[in-house]
């Protein structure tokens, strides 16, 4: 049964966020597997290949579950820190100035490391004035679409299906903010994901450099 566990929105993080000067982003070690199973729910994870039976000890990645269960996780453990944003395994600490931040920064180590979440430094940034999170760069002067982003918009191809219509849409929903009456611009693309038949014919084109 998939959990009723609500996720935070983006645009409420992000108007939290925007207006700090320092960041840190931690990203952590192999993610849904630093949560041990209940001993109880093991053979529920059970598969078998021609070499063996096996069960998962740790929550592997897949389950319909696991964002959720790992979000819970997070937030139980630093959910009532008020400079922290936790979405699933991207950890992101924001202060007004330096000295508050390394403070920040300590206290959220101390129950990360109380509660064995380990951190993988190679993927982590420690005091940045600029980070990309939520598929924006955020910095003291506000934020932006992020590069990569707008690459996938430009590179991507015609959709021929509903789904790929779909797909589209939500890629431009996430620079939304940025662009006047883009609504009225992308109309022709959005009543496509109305269409009934598997494949579609898509007369429409895209420019995101003439907003």
């Not at 949560?35 to 078998?48: H, L, Q």
């Not at 021609?50 to 990645?61: D, S, T, W």
Request: glycine letters at 4%; a neutral charge.
């Amino acid at each position: 049964m998939e959990s009723g566990y609500l996720f935070l929105s983006v645009d409420d993080t992000l108007r939290q966020i925007v207006g700090a000067k320092d960041f840190s982003q931690i990203d952590l070690n192999s993610g849904f597997y630093q949560i041990p199973i209940k001993e109880s729910d093991v053979f529920k994870t059970a598969f078998t290949l021609p070499f063996g039976h096996y069960e998962f000890l740790r929550m592997p990645f897949g389950l319909c579950n696991a964002p959720k269960t790992f979000q819970s996780a997070m937030n139980t453990i630093l959910g009532d820190l008020d400079f922290v944003k936790i979405f699933v395994d991207d950890v992101l600490i924001y202060s007004p100035n330096l000295e508050s931040h390394v403070t920040h920064v300590e206290t959220v180590l101390v129950p990360m490391k109380n509660a064995n979440i380990t951190i993988n430094l190679d993927k982590s940034n420690f005091v940045v004035f600029e980070v990309e999170y939520l598929g924006y760069l955020i910095n003291y002067e506000g934020l932006k679409p992020s590069q990569r982003n707008l690459e996938a918009l430009d590179n991507i191809k015609p959709p021929r299906t509903v789904k790929d219509v779909m797909k589209l849409v939500g890629l431009i929903i996430w620079i939304r903010p940025f662009l006047k009456n883009l609504s009225i611009h992308i109309a022709h693309i959005t009543d496509l994901t109305r269409n009934r038949q598997k494949r579609i014919k898509f007369y429409g084109y895209l420019n995101i450099k003439k907003f």
